[in-house]
Structure formats: structure tokens, C-alpha cells
């Protein structure tokens, strides 16, 4: 069997006459073909033209263009419209111009306007244009279905003493984009140059002499029947020649040595005659008027600044040079290298047209060897990918048919980053592959489970930490705990107790003497190992209790590696425990205590000769019975209160608290305490106090307060309940969130703050010291708070110790819009 480094060679001889050679350079092969045709339909096919012009015209908003000084350009701008009036104006005008013009000697004149019908003025016009060089426009018509163009040329008297004529025809691009021009353009039957050539012939045979002393370097076409088509030169500064008003010309405000020895180019710029076209820097410039264009194709032509395309072949060839060198890289790089190569290929191939385009002014478009790299890398990546993952499927299905200790997925995947491909997967082994999938399971675990828990070194540092333990520092407000001493990490709770023993030994009590708090926390101190081992239980900044405990972790050979801290939360289980203790402390004295009473009654009754129950015999025995069947009443109403079902009903909570004051009187009148009622400014009727409530349960939670009122209130006091709706602004307030409160203010003993927070606590008595011989559970309270909260209400209390207790009870106000409210609560 071949060894492993030959079967993964990345060498392709080593693969041939193998089949995985084969396969390889098949798809190498054939992914070199897949670029070529993208190269060659970008190039040849004309694929990618709207990208290639997308390119092209960044790259000339991106560079200024020189331009010569001796063209200027005279604009028929709005002002000139304006002050000379609606268009087309009079040919005398024009004549009026040229004359003004020709006092200055320029040493040309290009009037770009249309001149093809007659006018009683042809011959003033042609006298002006006769003064200076003058040349004219032609109008060169589209190619009818034989292909043949007519030709408009100037009157007869304009075009006899015209310098000069041209065609003015600017073809646009598939995007509506002039970018080019032709030199020549014509038919079969006759062939007409570009009015700027024209000017341009005219410069280099020397019959126009240029008052610049720039150097010229012009370059036309030989007129061979081609087109002579060249790209313009546009740049950011396009518009830059020296501009002048027709008006301001023909008014003499000009001086004559902005003109004289200059080329003039005559031109409407003004935004209502439409002689405008948009060009690559129409992003920044806006669309061009025609005069400008022209006198960058004449800047072009007199400065031999012409940019030429490359031939489609060229192109192609040129293109193919990235493409190799792409797929020479695939046979010797990583992915992550052949990402570089790609990404510094296609940059290579951006800087090569750029330097081309300004530099040798040729227009190489870099978009067919761009496309052929995009192309070409993600499909040759992917077949890697491919092969990849085949391998890994391989060796993970040897790996399966061996005893494994872990469960497995049904599919496994992997990614794997760095040098060759090939070479990561000669890495890959059985051993590997089952410690990944053992970190794997064993982080999952951990991070699974709800409490926190600390995994350290055999030095106490923290390595691990799963979820829970990371949300449990984060909400006590302390640093994480990965790389911390687990005896920092856990210095900030506080000693309990040890586990399950209200006190430690003789022996642990002496050793917990001699070490300080934190000391118990360090894992590698073994004279701790067996009471971590066992657990503490300890509590934090926010009073919730924990069983702290420590385990070993040990290697193959039983060797101490690390610890494990586990926190568990014990806060409920407490919180349960002091529940059962107080219900048994109930049922063994509160309630056990009246019955007692009453046997004991009962058996003094039995050992008398004559039986005779006396009065005050009678009502000790009615008080115990009643006192036992008040504690079980109020344990039946609690349960009700928590957990069945409440009859709602709309109800005047004023209504409820008239019968509630009703049903204390007695209590209230025998201590001579006043009840005061009192229920706002809502009606008669209280039509503002209107709630959805079980009636008997809203009832009695009013009754407790009340009667707690009575009982720890001083005789000739006064108790005042008041009832308040949602008030005359809540109209704006959506009806869910207005209240009617009820507040019940005693003028008793008051309750200290530090007791307030557990007043709505299960069997919580207040007042013992002062007034021992009331009695009670301690279950009214916790009812109040039980009903208030399921009717969606909240109840807050204010006292103070001698200051007298106010309850006020907070409602939703009874919806009457909608019928079924009162279901709706349920």
C-alpha cells in the first residue's frame, strides 16, 4: 500500500496513472477551460461591456485631462438668450459676431450651429464668415435600410466661403454614453470627416498658425474607409477651456487678446435648446453640451492624446496571463494563499489597465481577466472542498467501526484553514479525531448544566467556565473568572455552615481557627480536600445560599490534573424548609392549642359530682372552638385565594368598602375607634370606582385590613378609608393602565421598615411585644396581597412606628366598553 504523503502529493506527476491523479488534473483541466471561455466571450463576445464601461469612466473621473490653451469656447447661454432675445436669433446677429470676432484675428472659428435653410440674411453671414477661417457643421442623417445617409450641408453662400466642413455626429453607447468619435463617417457614395479633423488638418499642414506657444502633435487617421474611431479623453476638468458669453463678444466687453491667434469654437450651452449628452463624468459634471465635446475631441486630436481600444484578440490574450497564473498557484498554494493570489491578481489587473489607460493612453479593459479569476476560484475551491469532505467521510467511517465511547452524529462536518489542503488531511488520525469529539462532548456537557461550575488547574487556576457560572459573577457584579485563583474567583461568599451539620467537629472546628475564609477555597491545600469534598454551604452579597463543592480530576494514570467547583443554588430549599417549619409550628400550637383547651374543658366538666357548665365555661369553650375554626378558615380562603378560580363581576369598590366597614363596626365601636368613609368627588354613585372582582374574596381582603387596623390601634382612635378614581385628566390614559386606589389609614402603633418587606409573608405576626393578647397566624396579610395581585392590582403600605400604618390597594378600573371584561380577566 502507498504511503500516505505519496497518495496526498500535491505533485501532479505523482498522480498520474493513478486514479486520483487522474480526477485531479481532469477537474484542474477543466476548470482552466471554464475561465478561458469566460475570458474569451468577456473579450471577444463583448460579455462584459456594461462592466467595461463602468470601469472605464472610474477611471477617467479619477484623472485631469491637460488642455490647451488656445481653444476657447463662446457659449449661446441663458444670458445671451435673455438679452438677445427668443431663438433662433437673426443671421445678422451671428454676421454681427463674426465680424466683432474678426477684429481680433483669432486663428479660427468653429461655429457649431446648423445653418441648412434660407434666409434673406445668407449673404450678410457669408460676407462675416468670409473674414476669419471660418468652418461649418454638416447634418450626416442615420443610414436608411440601404444603408445611404444623407447629407445636409449649409446654405450655398455659407458653405462657398466656409473654411471648412464637417460632420458633428457623436454615436452613443448601449448606456447612452458618448465616449467616442468617429473621424470619418459617410456612405458608399461619399465620406465626410469630423469638423474637428477638419480644423486639425488644417493645423498640421500649417495653413492655421496658433498664437500658444504650446507644441502641437497632431494625430489623424488616414482616410482608408474606416471610421478612424477613438476614445475621448473626458476628465474631471472637461469643462475647464476658457468660456466667454455670445453676449458679452458681441457687446465688445471681451479683449481682443483672449482671442486673437486662438481657436473659437461657437456653441449653444443654454439649458432650454437640449444640445447636451451625457459622458463618462456626467456622475460629477452633469450632461455636457455638445461645444464642449467638441473642443475636447479637437484638445484630443491637436495634442495626440487619442486613447485607442485594444484590439478584442490583445485583449483576450492578455487576460488568459492571470488566469495561468492562477492555476499554476492552485497546485502549490493553501486556500488561504490562493485567496491572496486571487485578490493581488485582480488588484494587478485594476493597476495594469489604469497604467495603460494613462500612461499609453490604451484602453485595455482589466473586467474579462477579473471575471475569469472570479469565476474560476470559488468553483476550484469548492471541488476542494469537496474532496475534503469526502476524505473526512472516509476516515470518520473507519473511525465509527471501531468501539467508540461517545455517541455520534448521523454526519459530521469539518472545516479546516492553514497550509495545503492535502497536507492538513495527512494530519488528521484516529487520536485526534477522538480528543476533538471528547472536548466537544465534554463542553457541551458542561456548559449544559444549570449551575455553575469551575473547572481550574492543579494550582487553582481557573480554565473553565461554563454559562451558568459566567451569568452568575456577571449578576453579583464580579470579573469573570477564567484565569483568576478559584480562591479569588469564590473569596466573595460568605461561610455558612458545613453540610449537613448545624456545627462542625472539635477537629474541623480547629482547623477552620487556624485558616481565614478565603484559605478554604485553595484546592491545592490538602488538609482542606476532605471537607471541600464533602461541601459547605455558603451565601452571597445578595442573601441566596449555595452548596459549594469541590471534585478531582484525574488523568488515565490517576494522576491529580485539576478540580472541579460546583455552586448549587439552595436558597428555594431553605425558603421551603422555613415554610413547612412555620405551617408545622402552626398546626402544632396555633391550631392544636384551642382544641387542647377545649377537652381540658371538657374532662374538669366530666370529674364533677353534679355536671353544671357555667357561662364563662361556656364562652372559653365557644372562644377556643371559634379561634380554631378562624385558622382553618383562613388556611381554606388562602388556598382559594392561590389557586381556584374567581367569579368576576363588575363591582363599586366604594360599595365594598362601605360593606367591609359595616362588617368591622363591632370590633371598631367596642374599642370606640371611629370608621370614616369617604369616597371622593366620583357621584353619588361612585360611578368613577367601578372594578371586575370577586366580590366575597375583594370583601375580606378589605375586612383583614380593617381588622388589623382595629387590633393595633390605641381605643378613641379614627380609621379613614378613602376611594379614588382614575381622576378628571386620565381621559388620555388608555383604560388599561387607570386605577381606582383605596387607601385605609389607622392611627395605630405603626410598623418598623425593617419589618415592612416580610408583612405580606405566610405566618408573619407583628406587635407580639406590644400586644401579646392579640392573636392571629399571620395568614390575613399574605391573603390581601394574593387576591390584590390576581385581580392585576398591587398594594403598598407607609408606616412608621407611632405614626399610624396606610394601606392603599391599586385596581384596574372596570373596562365598560368592552362586554366581555369581565371573561377577559378571568
Given at each position: 500500500?502507498?504511503?500516505?504523503?505519496?497518495?496526498?502529493?500535491?505533485?501532479?506527476?505523482?498522480?498520474?496513472?493513478?486514479?486520483?491523479?487522474?480526477?485531479?488534473?481532469?477537474?484542474?483541466?477543466?476548470?482552466?477551460?471554464?475561465?478561458?471561455?469566460?475570458?474569451?466571450?468577456?473579450?471577444?463576445?463583448?460579455?462584459?461591456?456594461?462592466?467595461?464601461?463602468?470601469?472605464?469612466?472610474?477611471?477617467?473621473?479619477?484623472?485631469?485631462?491637460?488642455?490647451?490653451?488656445?481653444?476657447?469656447?463662446?457659449?449661446?447661454?441663458?444670458?445671451?438668450?435673455?438679452?438677445?432675445?427668443?431663438?433662433?436669433?437673426?443671421?445678422?446677429?451671428?454676421?454681427?459676431?463674426?465680424?466683432?470676432?474678426?477684429?481680433?484675428?483669432?486663428?479660427?472659428?468653429?461655429?457649431?450651429?446648423?445653418?441648412?435653410?434660407?434666409?434673406?440674411?445668407?449673404?450678410?453671414?457669408?460676407?462675416?464668415?468670409?473674414?476669419?477661417?471660418?468652418?461649418?457643421?454638416?447634418?450626416?442623417?442615420?443610414?436608411?435600410?440601404?444603408?445611404?445617409?444623407?447629407?445636409?450641408?449649409?446654405?450655398?453662400?455659407?458653405?462657398?466661403?466656409?473654411?471648412?466642413?464637417?460632420?458633428?455626429?457623436?454615436?452613443?453607447?448601449?448606456?447612452?454614453?458618448?465616449?467616442?468619435?468617429?473621424?470619418?463617417?459617410?456612405?458608399?457614395?461619399?465620406?465626410?470627416?469630423?469638423?474637428?479633423?477638419?480644423?486639425?488638418q488644417a493645423v498640421e499642414r500649417g495653413a492655421l498658425r496658433l498664437g500658444s506657444a504650446q507644441a502641437t502633435a497632431v494625430r489623424i487617421a488616414a482616410d482608408d474607409g474606416g471610421e478612424g474611431r477613438f476614445l475621448i479623453p473626458f476628465g474631471p476638468n472637461t469643462e475647464n477651456f476658457t468660456r466667454l458669453s455670445f453676449a458679452s463678444v458681441l457687446d465688445g466687453n471681451v479683449p481682443v487678446d483672449q482671442l486673437r491667434g486662438r481657436i473659437v469654437l461657437i456653441g449653444v450651452t443654454?439649458?432650454?435648446?437640449?444640445?447636451?449628452?451625457?459622458?463618462?463624468?456626467?456622475?460629477?459634471?452633469?450632461?455636457?453640451?455638445?461645444?464642449?465635446?467638441?473642443?475636447?475631441?479637437?484638445?484630443?486630436?491637436?495634442?495626440?492624446?487619442?486613447?485607442?481600444?485594444?484590439?478584442?484578440?490583445?485583449?483576450?490574450?492578455?487576460?488568459?496571463?492571470?488566469?495561468?497564473?492562477?492555476?499554476?498557484?492552485?497546485?502549490?498554494?493553501?486556500?488561504?494563499?490562493?485567496?491572496?493570489?486571487?485578490?493581488?491578481?485582480?488588484?494587478?489587473?485594476?493597476?495594469?489597465?489604469?497604467?495603460?489607460?494613462?500612461?499609453?493612453?490604451?484602453?485595455?479593459?482589466?473586467?474579462?481577466?477579473?471575471?475569469?479569476?472570479?469565476?474560476?476560484?470559488?468553483?476550484?475551491?469548492?471541488?476542494?472542498?469537496?474532496?475534503?469532505?469526502?476524505?473526512?467521510?472516509?476516515?470518520?467511517?473507519?473511525?465509527?467501526?471501531?468501539?467508540?465511547?461517545?455517541?455520534?452524529?448521523?454526519?459530521?462536518?469539518?472545516?479546516?484553514?492553514?497550509?495545503?489542503?492535502?497536507?492538513?488531511?495527512?494530519?488528521?488520525?484516529?487520536?485526534?479525531?477522538?480528543?476533538?469529539?471528547?472536548?466537544?462532548?465534554?463542553?457541551?456537557?458542561?456548559?449544559?448544566?444549570?449551575?455553575?461550575?469551575?473547572?481550574?488547574?492543579?494550582?487553582?487556576?481557573?480554565?473553565?467556565?461554563?454559562?451558568?457560572?459566567?451569568?452568575?459573577?456577571?449578576?453579583?457584579?464580579?470579573?469573570?473568572?477564567?484565569?483568576?485563583?478559584?480562591?479569588?474567583?469564590?473569596?466573595?461568599?460568605?461561610?455558612?455552615?458545613?453540610?449537613?451539620?448545624?456545627?462542625?467537629?472539635?477537629?474541623?472546628h480547629n482547623l477552620l481557627a487556624h485558616a481565614q475564609w478565603p484559605a478554604l477555597l485553595d484546592p491545592a491545600r490538602g488538609e482542606f480536600a476532605a471537607l471541600m469534598a464533602q461541601g459547605v454551604e455558603v451565601r452571597d452579597a445578595g442573601e441566596r445560599d449555595y452548596l459549594l463543592r469541590y471534585a478531582t480530576c484525574t488523568n488515565a494514570q490517576g494522576e491529580t490534573t485539576g478540580w472541579i467547583a460546583g455552586l448549587v443554588d439552595v436558597s428555594a430549599l431553605h425558603a421551603a424548609e422555613?415554610?413547612?417549619?412555620?405551617?408545622?409550628?402552626?398546626?402544632?400550637?396555633?391550631?392544636?392549642?384551642?382544641?387542647?383547651?377545649?377537652?381540658?374543658?371538657?374532662?374538669?366538666?366530666?370529674?364533677?359530682?353534679?355536671?353544671?357548665?357555667?357561662?364563662?365555661?361556656?364562652?372559653?369553650?365557644?372562644?377556643?372552638?371559634?379561634?380554631?375554626?378562624?385558622?382553618?378558615?383562613?388556611?381554606?380562603?388562602?388556598?382559594?385565594?392561590?389557586?381556584?378560580?374567581?367569579?368576576?363581576?363588575?363591582?363599586?369598590?366604594?360599595?365594598?368598602?362601605?360593606?367591609?366597614?359595616?362588617?368591622?363596626?363591632?370590633?371598631?365601636?367596642?374599642?370606640?375607634?371611629?370608621?370614616?368613609?369617604?369616597?371622593?368627588?366620583?357621584?353619588?354613585?361612585?360611578?368613577?370606582?367601578?372594578?371586575?372582582?370577586?366580590?366575597?374574596?375583594?370583601?375580606?381582603?378589605?375586612?383583614?385590613?380593617?381588622?388589623?387596623?382595629?387590633?393595633?390601634?390605641?381605643?378613641?382612635?379614627?380609621?379613614?378609608?378613602?376611594?379614588?378614581?382614575?381622576?378628571?385628566?386620565?381621559?388620555?390614559?388608555?383604560?388599561?393602565?387607570?386605577?381606582?386606589?383605596?387607601?385605609?389609614?389607622?392611627?395605630?402603633?405603626g410598623i418598623p421598615k425593617e419589618q415592612q418587606a416580610a408583612l405580606f409573608e405566610r405566618f408573619r405576626r407583628f406587635h407580639t411585644t406590644e400586644r401579646p393578647e392579640v392573636g392571629g397566624a399571620g395568614l390575613g396579610m399574605a391573603f390581601v396581597k394574593t387576591v390584590v395581585t390576581r385581580h392585576g392590582g398591587d398594594v403598598d403600605v407607609i408606616s412608621a412606628p407611632g405614626e399610624g400604618t396606610a394601606f392603599t390597594i391599586h385596581l384596574p378600573v372596570f373596562d365598560d366598553t368592552q362586554?366581555?371584561?369581565?371573561?377577559?380577566?378571568?
Open positions: 500500500m502507498p504511503t500516505s504523503s505519496t497518495r496526498l502529493s500535491l505533485d501532479p506527476r505523482a498522480r498520474l496513472g493513478r486514479r486520483a491523479g487522474r480526477r485531479f488534473l481532469i477537474e484542474w483541466t477543466a476548470i482552466g477551460c471554464l475561465g478561458l471561455a469566460v475570458i474569451l466571450f468577456s473579450a471577444l463576445g463583448r460579455l462584459s461591456a456594461s462592466v467595461d464601461h463602468l470601469v472605464y469612466d472610474r477611471f477617467l473621473s479619477l484623472k485631469t485631462q491637460p488642455l490647451r490653451p488656445d481653444i476657447v469656447v463662446i457659449e449661446i447661454d441663458n444670458a445671451s438668450v435673455v438679452q438677445l432675445g427668443r431663438w433662433p436669433w437673426p443671421r445678422s446677429v451671428h454676421a454681427r459676431l463674426l465680424e466683432q470676432l474678426a477684429s481680433a484675428k483669432p486663428a479660427a472659428v468653429i461655429y457649431d450651429v446648423l445653418f441648412t435653410e434660407a434666409n434673406a440674411d445668407d449673404a450678410e453671414l457669408a460676407r462675416a464668415v468670409a473674414l476669419s477661417p471660418t468652418y461649418l457643421p454638416v447634418l450626416l442623417t442615420s443610414p436608411d435600410g440601404t444603408g445611404r445617409r444623407v447629407v445636409v450641408e449649409p446654405v450655398t453662400p455659407l458653405a462657398q466661403v466656409a473654411a471648412g466642413l464637417g460632420h458633428i455626429n457623436f454615436e452613443v453607447d448601449s448606456d447612452g454614453i458618448v465616449r467616442s468619435v468617429a473621424q470619418f463617417e459617410g456612405d458608399a457614395d461619399s465620406r465626410w470627416p469630423q469638423l474637428m479633423v477638419r480644423v486639425a443654454a439649458s432650454g435648446l437640449y444640445d447636451r449628452f451625457a459622458t463618462p463624468v456626467s456622475g460629477d459634471l452633469g450632461p455636457l453640451p455638445g461645444v464642449y465635446i467638441h473642443a475636447n475631441v479637437l484638445n484630443t486630436l491637436l495634442s495626440g492624446r487619442e486613447i485607442e481600444p485594444a484590439e478584442p484578440w490583445v485583449l483576450f490574450v492578455v487576460s488568459l496571463v492571470p488566469l495561468a497564473v492562477l492555476l499554476a498557484g492552485f497546485l502549490v498554494l493553501s486556500p488561504r494563499r490562493s485567496l491572496l493570489l486571487t485578490a493581488g491578481l485582480g488588484l494587478l489587473a485594476m493597476a495594469g489597465s489604469a497604467a495603460l489607460l494613462y500612461g499609453a493612453r490604451l484602453w485595455m479593459s482589466p473586467v474579462p481577466a477579473m471575471l475569469g479569476l472570479v469565476v474560476v476560484y470559488p468553483i476550484w475551491n469548492w471541488r476542494r472542498l469537496e474532496m475534503t469532505m469526502a476524505y473526512l467521510r472516509r476516515e470518520l467511517q473507519r473511525v465509527a467501526d471501531e468501539p467508540h465511547l461517545l455517541p455520534e452524529a448521523p454526519q459530521r462536518r469539518r472545516e479546516f484553514g492553514g497550509d495545503v489542503l492535502e497536507q492538513q488531511m495527512a494530519l488528521m488520525a484516529q487520536a485526534a479525531q477522538r480528543v476533538q469529539d471528547m472536548k466537544r462532548f465534554v463542553w457541551d456537557s458542561l456548559d449544559s448544566m444549570p449551575e455553575p461550575i469551575l473547572v481550574s488547574d492543579v494550582r487553582g487556576v481557573v480554565l473553565l467556565s461554563n454559562h451558568a457560572a459566567k451569568a452568575h459573577f456577571a449578576r453579583v457584579g464580579a470579573p469573570l473568572p477564567d484565569g483568576r485563583l478559584m480562591k479569588d474567583v469564590l473569596g466573595g461568599l460568605t461561610l455558612v455552615k458545613t453540610i449537613d451539620r448545624g456545627a462542625p467537629s472539635d477537629a474541623e422555613r415554610q413547612r417549619e412555620d405551617a408545622l409550628r402552626l398546626l402544632s400550637h396555633d391550631m392544636r392549642s384551642p382544641q387542647a383547651s377545649i377537652l381540658a374543658l371538657v374532662e374538669i366538666e366530666r370529674t364533677r359530682s353534679e355536671p353544671a357548665l357555667a357561662q364563662g365555661l361556656l364562652e372559653r369553650i365557644a372562644r377556643y372552638a371559634q379561634r380554631a375554626l378562624t385558622l382553618a378558615d383562613d388556611f381554606v380562603q388562602l388556598a382559594r385565594a392561590e389557586s381556584q378560580a374567581y367569579a368576576l363581576e363588575p363591582i363599586n369598590l366604594a360599595e365594598l368598602i362601605i360593606d367591609a366597614s359595616d362588617e368591622v363596626w363591632p370590633q371598631a365601636h367596642a374599642k370606640r375607634i371611629t370608621l370614616q368613609t369617604d369616597t371622593g368627588d366620583s357621584g353619588a354613585d361612585g360611578d368613577g370606582h367601578w372594578i371586575c372582582a370577586d366580590r366575597s374574596l375583594m370583601t375580606r381582603a378589605l375586612v383583614n385590613i380593617l381588622n388589623n387596623a382595629v387590633k393595633y390601634s390605641p381605643p378613641d382612635t379614627q380609621i379613614v378609608c378613602s376611594v379614588t378614581g382614575p381622576g378628571p385628566g386620565s381621559a388620555a390614559v388608555p383604560v388599561a393602565a387607570r386605577r381606582v386606589t383605596c387607601t385605609i389609614r389607622d392611627q395605630g402603633y362586554p366581555d371584561a369581565a371573561e377577559r380577566l378571568h
